[in-house]
């Protein structure tokens, strides 16, 4: 899976709110909202990627504990 990467066509995109027709007002709330939208996504991208390098230590540290357990209970089986 690639990692996130911020769109690089956001000028593109502005761009093309300029020609759908709409007030001023709308166009500057338009505006407003795809940046809000922008940075939610980024944010939300980084927190998946954050959470799931923490899941992945607490499963790693599972799977050692796991282990451990198991080569005691074969230790307690052989004495």
Avoid at 1 to 29: C, F, H, W
Wanted: hydrophobic share 45%; glycine share 6%; charged share 30%.
């Amino acid at each position: 899976m690639k990692p996130y990467q911020q769109a690089r066509n956001n000028v593109k995109t502005l761009e093309q709110l300029d020609q759908i027709r709409m007030s001023p007002g709308e166009r500057r709330m338009a505006r407003a909202y795809l940046r809000q939208s922008e940075l939610l996504a980024d944010m939300l991208m980084r927190a998946h990627a954050e959470l799931r390098a923490a899941f992945g230590y607490a499963g790693r540290g599972i799977a050692a504990l796991v282990r451990r357990g198991k080569a005691s209970a074969a230790r307690a089986e052989l004495s």
